[in-house]
């Protein structure tokens, strides 16, 4: 099945009230059970999956993919502004200190997954702290399929 069949049918799975929740650990369906009671993850992680995922979970309402300002910061660039030292955090730290080897974030996919899954831990200057927080809802290939759509638009 290609990426783009395997990303259509978890689309449409999900559409179809499955919950897109990550199993339980030790639960019947983490360990690859194709019972009806969570997600059947179908393919690897990609940037379609992840563009999907984020007009879906509503990231959209809120995150450009232009650039331009909304309730959040824009999308569009964000490694990049992260590594470049121009996201800064309202405790005064900024994203460039915390990503790099022996860091709290070896890479800036991990940082973005952090800031993606709990967005609150540190709220970036000129927006408010109203992210919802994903930890709970996203399995890991939705939350790398994110990363790699947020990265594929630096």
Excluded: N
Excluded at 114 to 134: C, H, K, N
């Amino acid at each position: 099945m290609s990426v783009r069949a395997a990303a259509i049918a978890v689309v449409a799975l999900v559409a179809c009230g499955k919950s897109d929740k990550a199993p339980a650990p030790g639960s019947a369906h983490a360990q690859g059970s194709d019972e009806a009671t969570g997600p059947v993850e179908i393919g690897p992680a990609s940037s379609m999956l992840g563009e999907a995922l984020f007009v879906k979970k509503g990231c959209i309402s809120c995150h450009s993919i232009d650039g331009s300002a909304k309730i959040g910061p824009s999308i569009r660039g964000v490694a990049a502004r992260a590594l470049g030292g121009e996201t800064r955090f309202t405790d005064g730290t900024a994203a460039k200190d915390l990503i790099g080897a022996g860091k709290l974030f070896p890479e800036v996919g991990d940082y973005l997954a952090a800031q993606t899954l709990r967005p609150r831990e540190r709220v970036v200057v000129g927006y408010p702290p109203s992210a919802p927080a994903f930890d709970d809802i996203l399995t890991k290939r939705d939350m790398d399929s994110l990363v790699l759509y947020m990265q594929s638009l630096d």
